[in-house]
């Protein structure tokens, strides 16, 4: 079985300042990562993935991400936050093949304050 | 990159009817979508996984009398809300994963925009 667990379902930052948003999984075949981006009333969009090869993952609009075995976590960062980056974040995993059903942590909501 | 599609986007709709909202992938062939809802502020839950001309695998608890799944074509499902009820007043999302078109990878899931459907 396979689940995630975002910590904080809330994270405020100032505009510039370091985002990390975390998120641990659990499972027990190696995983397939996801961290997507909602905003609001729309639908999902890949931020990035991890699936096998390096560990740090750089996605779109400068977020990175790095898989961490030892400590089951693929935290989300940014070195410096945007006031477009306020939205909801979700992390999820599936296992190897992709087209297992994706599972989801319950989301992050960031806020960007000038 | 891979689009996905999802019409109507906003439905309102009298309690009892139903209503359908297709998911279409624009320019990939998906031989599996999913459908999600999402109840506000909380994140998606799985309904159903629909592969290309069988019949769709139903999550546990979901009534799959209720929301009837059509994955007739390699880019196009449907998903029906029968007698629909206030309850089933919710965001729904499809997602597609890419069928080996090389502008797709098999390992990703592409979303659709959803769907908000309020039942009055």
């Known amino acids: 079985a396979q689940s995630v667990t975002q910590l904080g379902s809330h994270v405020s930052v100032s505009e510039g300042a370091l985002v990390l948003l975390r998120c641990n999984y659990s499972?027990?075949?190696?995983?397939?990562l996801f961290w997507y981006v909602q905003y609001p009333n729309q639908g999902l969009q890949l931020l990035l993935k991890y699936t096998t090869g390096a560990t740090l993952v750089k996605g779109i609009n400068g977020f990175e991400a790095e898989f961490k075995k030892s400590e089951t976590s693929f935290h989300l960062t940014k070195p410096s936050a945007h006031m477009s980056d306020a939205a909801e974040y979700f992390c999820a995993v599936t296992s190897s093949g992709g087209y297992n059903k994706l599972i989801f942590g319950a989301g992050t909501r960031l806020a960007v304050h000038p | 990159g891979a689009v996905v599609s999802q019409h109507p986007s906003r439905v309102i709709c009298k309690s009892g009817t139903s209503v359908k909202i297709e998911c279409r992938s624009l320019d990939f062939q998906a031989t599996t979508m999913f459908w999600y809802r999402q109840f506000p502020k909380q994140s998606l839950m799985l309904m159903a996984t629909s592969n290309e001309g069988s019949k769709a695998t139903y999550e546990q608890g979901v009534e799959k009398d209720k929301f009837l799944i059509n994955h007739a074509s390699l880019t196009l499902s449907t998903l029906t809300v029968t007698s629909a009820h206030p309850e089933d007043s919710s965001f729904y999302i499809c997602?597609?994963?890419?069928?080996?078109?090389?502008?797709?990878?098999?390992?990703?899931?592409?979303f659709g925009p959803g769907t908000r459907l309020t039942v009055l």
């Open positions: 499972s027990s075949v190696p995983p397939y």
């Open positions: 997602s597609a994963f890419g069928g080996g078109d090389r502008r797709t990878s098999t390992d990703t899931q592409y």
